[in-house]
């Protein structure tokens, strides 16, 4: 998946990424978090499996919805988790080195699911 994402460029898994509306498929990870057909080819394409152990560390099981954001520049990110837009952050994680390709890239954790937004 290197090749992918060096090849196709962060335009193209953009582009790619508005494909997916709903999901067909449900994917489990090592942590017991559910996620999409959309997480998956986020994480294939980007090799980002780790984000979704992150979030699946983190996770409240007991609440129903969560924000998830990515924020990176210069190859260092914050992850932060919110109850909704515009509240403070109940989780923030420093990482020290990333290529993730998006400057903000957002999650959506209704229900013990990981989508893209443009899932739920």
Request: proline share 3%; hydrophobic share 35%.
């Amino acid at each position: 998946m290197e090749y992918y994402k060096t090849f196709m460029g962060q335009q193209q898994i953009e582009q790619d990424l508005r494909q997916f509306t709903g999901t067909e498929n449900y994917y489990k990870s090592l942590l017991g978090l559910l996620f999409t057909d959309g997480v998956k080819f986020l994480a294939d394409s980007c090799q980002a499996y780790w984000l979704i152990d992150l979030i699946a560390s983190y996770r409240n099981k007991r609440k129903e919805f969560e924000l998830w954001q990515i924020s990176v520049k210069n190859n260092k990110a914050v992850v932060t988790m919110r109850e909704d837009c515009g509240l403070n952050p109940i989780v923030r994680q420093e990482i020290p080195y990333t290529d993730f390709p998006f400057q903000n890239f957002k999650l959506y954790l209704r229900n013990n699911v990981l989508m893209l937004p443009s899932e739920y």
